[in-house]
């Protein structure tokens, strides 16, 4: 064992006396600084937008969808320009703009150009928002339409008609008589146990569990932290494809050959380990990070991809087999696996698949965490 720590602390002052060593440690951290000042969408934003002046109908609307009980969470803004700060910044999925005439618009019955949505190219969840919205706006202006309706049909407006057709169509539009929705735990159905009936709120909290469980989380951070760092790893040792640079291991056995190359592919990820933690510690405040979990995984991170490099680059013959599989890896890390999107929860054999790279361990350790 002391023999191996000899050979870390060799490799380790190799690499801190390497200028292009230090450069890479910079570039990293560079690149966890952007990724602090960039604001992704949340997987799990549910937050939408609504802003409106004086209209009676669009704080109607407003109301009803904001004191509903949908998957989504509509919040109220009084100005226009902190509802596009916070759709651009993603803090809300989405958002709606009521522009200024609205009740007239309603009452003619024209609604074009009437109401502004505003979005993002990352927003996934917009449509079933808009679809929200226009629900809530139909529901409202059934109203008008049946009251011109009546008078239409029957000639004439009595009051107490009047207030049965209002009636009965709430009565179908807060009722399920028409559409009707079960939601059955199908994780538990699997497993053998019972599922709950629907509608039951232990059944409601199982299902949303689940979907936290199941996909849409990403790790932006850590993802491209972690690609960043098994990069440097894995080119450290390509340096066994210079000249000279398999000298050392020619002269070893076979066991004692790969811990060495396995010493030096933890050596040179210690100081951009050390760099990057450092950077999440002062930063990561912002994001709620728990850093006493990133330190532990980073470690797990760090011996898993020395044994993993270790392992694939032996297959590696040559230079150019070397720096094609560094490509791809790298590219296949940054699909497979949930850093900016999580391809398995649209495909879940990539789950898997995601699986077999240091990074998609990595992250999905971070998905285990409440």
Not at 24 to 35: D, K
Not at 68 to 85: A, C, K, M, N, Q
């Amino acid at each position: 064992m002391e023999r191996y720590v000899i050979w870390y602390r060799l490799w380790l002052k190799a690499y801190w006396k390497k200028p292009s060593h230090w450069l890479q440690v910079s570039g990293m951290a560079a690149l966890l600084l952007v990724l602090f000042g960039i604001s992704l969408p949340d997987g799990r934003n549910v937050t939408v937008g609504i802003c409106y002046g004086a209209d009676v109908y669009a704080k109607r609307i407003a109301a009803e969808l904001a004191e509903g009980d949908g998957v989504f969470s509509f919040r109220i803004y009084d100005r226009e320009e902190e509802l596009y700060r916070d759709v651009t910044a993603g803090k809300a999925e989405c958002g709606f703009l009521f522009r200024e005439g609205f009740d007239g618009k309603m009452e003619s019955g024209d609604l074009e150009e009437s109401i502004t949505y505003i979005c993002t190219p990352m927003t996934a969840k917009g449509e079933v928002a808009r679809e929200t919205l226009y629900a809530a706006l139909l529901g409202i202006r059934s109203e008008g339409i049946l009251k011109r309706g009546e008078t239409e049909i029957y000639g004439n407006t009595v009051p107490e008609r009047t207030q049965r057709l209002l009636e009965q169509n709430r009565f179908f539009l807060e009722g399920n008589q028409i559409f009707r929705v079960e939601m059955e735990d199908l994780e538990a159905a699997e497993s053998g146990k019972t599922p709950k009936p629907p509608g039951t709120g232990e059944a409601a909290g199982t299902a949303e569990s689940g979907a936290r469980k199941s996909g849409g989380l990403v790790y932006p951070i850590q993802g491209m932290f972690g690609i960043f760092l098994f990069l440097i790893m894995f080119l450290a040792y390509g340096r066994k494809f210079e000249a000279g640079g398999y000298a050392v291991e020619k002269a070893l056995a076979g066991m004692q050959r790969h811990i060495y190359g396995y010493t030096g592919c933890l050596a040179a990820g210690t100081l951009p380990a050390v760099a990057g933690i450092l950077t999440l510690f002062f930063l990561g405040g912002a994001k709620g990070l728990d850093m006493v979990w990133e330190i532990v995984f980073l470690l797990l991170f760090l011996a898993l991809s020395g044994a993993w490099i270790t392992a694939v680059c032996g297959f590696l013959r040559d230079g150019s087999a070397f720096l094609s599989g560094a490509v791809v890896i790298t590219v296949g890390q940054l699909l497979v696996c949930p850093v900016f999107v999580d391809a398995g929860a649209y495909l879940p054999a990539l789950k898997y698949v995601g699986s077999l790279f240091p990074v998609g361990i990595y992250l999905r350790l971070h998905g285990l965490l409440p």
